[in-house]
């Protein structure tokens, strides 16, 4: 089974609106990173939290990290339509950086 | 212009046929990684090379093949023992200890005729 799972699987917002993502993982973990994907593309390196980390931000992207509950989120302020696309967690366990496991990800469109 | 490079965009197969994917990168990256991706399903690791001449199983290795000859590639052979190859199949590369990130190249779609 995935060590990630994103929620909801699918998302409709409207353009100017947040948008919140959620990822929950079963072991402990080294870091935990989310990626996007366009359709039809590659994955593109979004954020790394490591696990002594709580929050981390990157331009309209909070990520936030709560290893008691073993979860995680994405927040995408002020969305737009360019930021649909598909949105992955990914956690590295302790000892094995080179390993990532990944959910299934978060469906997101954003409606003009 | 650095990245990494897949090629062919579009591979097709023919029944007990060998297909090789290519996957280049000039990011003098140390790790480089295979993963399978199915419709609506995230990515599972097929192998991983943390340096060159050396590689490991991932989590769905069966019917697939690699080699690390040269740093800058790593070539997947996807076998006739592979069963339900049909996929879209996703190269990365990271420069390993520290530097967790990941970065992808284009992916390849791999369909059986």
């Known amino acids: 089974s995935q060590q990630g799972e994103e929620d909801p699987q699918a998302l409709s917002i409207q353009e100017g609106e947040n948008a919140t993502m959620n990822c929950s993982y079963k072991t402990s973990i080294n870091n935990l990173q989310w990626y996007r994907q366009n359709s039809g593309r590659g994955l593109v390196h979004l954020i790394l939290?490591?696990?002594?980390?709580r929050e981390k931000h990157s331009g309209r992207l909070r990520v936030t990290l709560d290893t008691s509950k073993k979860s995680s989120s994405l927040l995408i302020t002020a969305s737009r339509a360019a930021d649909t696309a598909s949105y992955f967690c990914a956690t590295a366990l302790p000892g094995s950086n080179y390993k990532l496991t990944f959910g299934k990800g978060t469906l997101l469109t954003v409606n003009p | 212009d650095g990245g990494i490079t897949q090629s062919p965009k579009y591979l097709f197969r023919k029944e007990g046929q060998n297909v090789t994917l290519s996957c280049e990168q000039n990011?003098?990256?140390?790790?480089m990684y295979w993963y399978r991706q199915d419709p609506g399903q995230g990515l599972r690791l097929i192998y991983y090379?943390?340096?060159?001449?050396?590689?490991q199983k991932g989590d769905i290795a069966e019917g697939y093949s690699v080699s690390r000859e040269k740093k800058e590639s790593f070539p997947l052979t996807v076998t006739s023992a592979q069963k339900n190859p049909t996929a879209f199949y996703l190269c990365?590369?990271?420069?390993?200890?520290?530097?967790?990130?990941?970065?992808f190249g284009p992916g390849t779609r791999l369909l059986v005729l």
């Open positions: 090379s943390q340096i060159v001449n050396d590689f």
């Open positions: 990011l003098n990256h140390d790790a």
């Open positions: 990365a590369s990271s420069g390993g200890g520290e530097q967790e990130t990941q970065y």
């Open positions: 939290i490591r696990s002594n980390e």
